[in-house]
Antibody, heavy 120, light 112 residues
Framework: QVQLQESGPGLVKPSETLSLTCTVS????????WSWIRQSPEKGLEWIGF???????DYNPSLKSRVTISVDMSKKQLSLILSSVTAADTAVYYC??????????????WGQGTLVTVSS | DIVLTQSPDYLAVSLGERATINCKTS????????????FAWYQQKPGQPPKLLIY???TRESGVPDRFSGSGSGTDFTLTISSLQAEDVALYYC?????????FGQGTKLEI
């Protein structure tokens, strides 16, 4: 049973960089596309982007200039970096995996999410 | 981006009755080469991540009760709960994965 666990600071100051990690347990990180999705009352559910274990990435154009997603195969971890944050980046951040190998599929495995608040 | 609009925003249904939630996409999510609708439904309860209920518009995820069904094609989709149970109280979201960025509806709150 694959499980995902997000971790990282719960509070980030405006203009600084948000950095989160998602640890994959109970299964392989290979073959799949791994996404970051966030949820806020203002914007609802928002797809941030994904990474394939090969390193291929794609990002939401609305965030592309500020976001980097990477993967560490040896640690079975995904990372999300979002720079120059504002209050609008306050959200619960999820990592998620689709139900099968492939880049455009529905997500059947989600982490529990981690709340990140942007405030001074 | 493909915009998804759910209706209604809020729905109250009696136990045992049918609940119907609609989702309209701003452009078709039917991919002609494989004739599949790149469309899903999720359920979310407080403090939990979304749970996949339906994908390919009408394929029920393993373990999802058969009172949940999805229908529709192209731009208009429906999630039906045939006989509402107390545990079905939740937020429901639609999602398209035909185009990136993948996008979600605004959510429908279902109560008894």
């Amino acid at each position: 049973q694959v499980q995902l666990q997000e971790s990282g600071p719960g509070l980030v100051k405006p203009s600084e960089t948000l950095s989160l990690t998602c640890t994959v347990s109970g299964g392989s990180i290979s073959s799949y596309f791994w996404s970051w999705i966030r949820q806020s009352p203002e914007k609802g559910l928002e797809w941030i982007g994904f990474i394939h274990y090969s390193g291929r990435t794609d990002y939401n154009p609305s965030l592309k200039s500020r976001v980097t997603i990477s993967v560490d195969m040896s640690k079975k971890q995904l990372s999300l970096i979002l720079s120059s944050v504002t209050a609008a980046d306050t959200a619960v951040y999820y990592c998620a995996r689709p139900y099968d190998v492939g880049d455009d599929l529905a997500y059947d495995i989600w982490g529990q999410g981690t709340l990140v608040t942007v405030s001074s | 981006d493909i915009v998804l609009t759910q209706s209604p925003d809020y729905l109250a249904v009696s136990l045992g009755e049918r609940a119907t939630i609609n989702c309209k996409t701003s452009q078709s999510v039917l991919y002609s080469p494989d004739n599949k609708n790149y469309f899903a439904w999720y359920q979310q309860k407080p403090g939990q991540p979304p749970k996949l209920l339906i994908y390919w518009a009408s394929t029920r995820e393993s373990g999802v009760p058969d009172r949940f069904s999805g229908s529709g094609s192209g731009t208009d989709f429906t999630l039906t709960i045939s006989s509402l149970q107390a545990e079905d109280v939740a937020l429901y979201y639609c999602q398209q994965y035909h185009d990136r960025p993948h996008t979600f509806g605004q959510g429908t709150k279902l109560e008894i």
